[in-house]
């Protein structure tokens, strides 16, 4: 019996201390946004597009790590409480809300379950294993990314998951830990939503194609997310990178994100999108950048700082849905979405 406690004691402290490490290793892990050859490869690529437009060579370096790699981005109050709100967010998902969250392989199962007590087993796949993996390849990219436009819409216009995801906006300068400031509730609605969009390709063609079958992948991350990632990180920076009016009206660029989270009134609601910018055309949210802008970023309604704070972050979006139901009062004045 004291075998047993004492086994189950190690075992937990083990867990414990693994979860409380987590956040230093994020860096390593491929499908973290913050691999570091995705912090490489957007720190050159960033750099090289400055230098470029900017045209003075040497000189042109010289400005961007004035501009961009200063204490006035990396050391203010808002990047501050980025990278505590990670270390804090990293650590305590995982354990209150992650478990909540059903997987992809869950929903997919119970997805080719379905059809497969609705129509019967398919009898011979319908298409051949290159055909299939590229197919499955592109169509699981358009879900994941539709699932994560239709879950950034939800948290915009529902009222009461603004209150959430405005703990996102209320961020004054971007970094790529800005990509980490959401509030567990605005985490649990994007994980869903793109878990339920791709389970459906996933469901639907592991029955057609009689079995699981993998799409192309690039260190065991799908490609098409991966090429993306690369870049990814540039959409939480100040860095002005914008693939111009023409292709800007398919791809959501850098400069499109920052556009989305501009104080300005025009901007308001603007580029929901992250990887493709149809979703944004169709459903009327889509603000091509040509030139580069200046503006401020936060939530413009005089609370911008005050939010600057861990427990602010966590508890205040609480009260602020409380307050619109009634139940509470808002810490705060109201901020458009």
């Known amino acids: ?31 973290s946004l913050i691999w570091w050859p995705f912090l490489l490869s957007a720190l050159l690529l960033a750099a090289a597009w400055f230098c470029v437009a900017d045209g003075r060579g040497r000189d042109s370096l010289k400005e961007f790590r004035r501009r961009y790699l200063g204490r006035a981005i990396w050391g203010h109050r808002s990047a501050q409480v980025d990278y505590a709100y990670f270390i804090v967010n990293t650590i305590c998902f995982p354990a209150i ?21 609705a129509f019967g087993p398919m009898t011979a796949p319908l298409f051949d294993i290159v055909a299939a993996r590229t197919l499955y390849t592109v169509l699981f990219f358009l879900a994941y990314d539709f699932g994560r436009f239709v879950a950034h819409n939800l948290l915009h216009e529902v009222p009461l998951l603004w ?33 339920l969009a791709t389970a459906l390709v996933s469901g639907v063609f592991f029955y057609f194609c009689g079995g699981a079958i993998g799409f192309y992948s690039f260190f065991g991350l799908h490609v098409g997310i991966a090429a993306f990632n690369a870049i990814g990180n540039l959409r939480h920076w100040h860095v002005w990178v914008s693939f111009g009016p023409t292709l800007g009206r398919w791809l959501i660029s ?16 603007k580029n929901r999108g992250f990887e493709l910018a149809i979703w944004d055309r169709l459903f009327g949210s889509l603000y091509v950048p040509s030139t580069e802008e200046r503006f401020e970023m936060g939530l413009g309604d005089g609370t911008d700082g005050a939010w600057n704070s861990v427990g602010r972050l966590y508890v205040w979006p609480f009260r602020y849905a409380m307050a619109r139901i009634g139940l509470a009062r808002a810490p705060l004045p109201e901020s458009k979405n």
């Open 1 to 31: 019996m004291e075998n047993a406690v004492a086994h189950d004691v190690r075992y937990y402290a083990i867990q414990v201390a693994a979860r409380l490490v987590a956040p230093f290793f994020e860096f390593w892990f491929p499908d």
């Open 97 to 117: 809300v992650g478990p909540l969250v059903l997987t992809g392989a869950a929903l997919t199962a119970a997805m080719q379950w379905a059809l497969t007590h």
């Open 163 to 195: 209150e959430f995801h405005r703990v996102h906006h209320s961020a004054e300068v971007l970094t790529p830990m800005t990509n980490y400031r959401l509030h567990p509730v605005d985490l649990f609605v994007m994980q869903v939503c793109p878990n």
């Open 254 to 269: 850098p400069a499109h994100h920052q556009v989305h989270h501009s104080r300005e009134a025009r901007h308001l609601g």
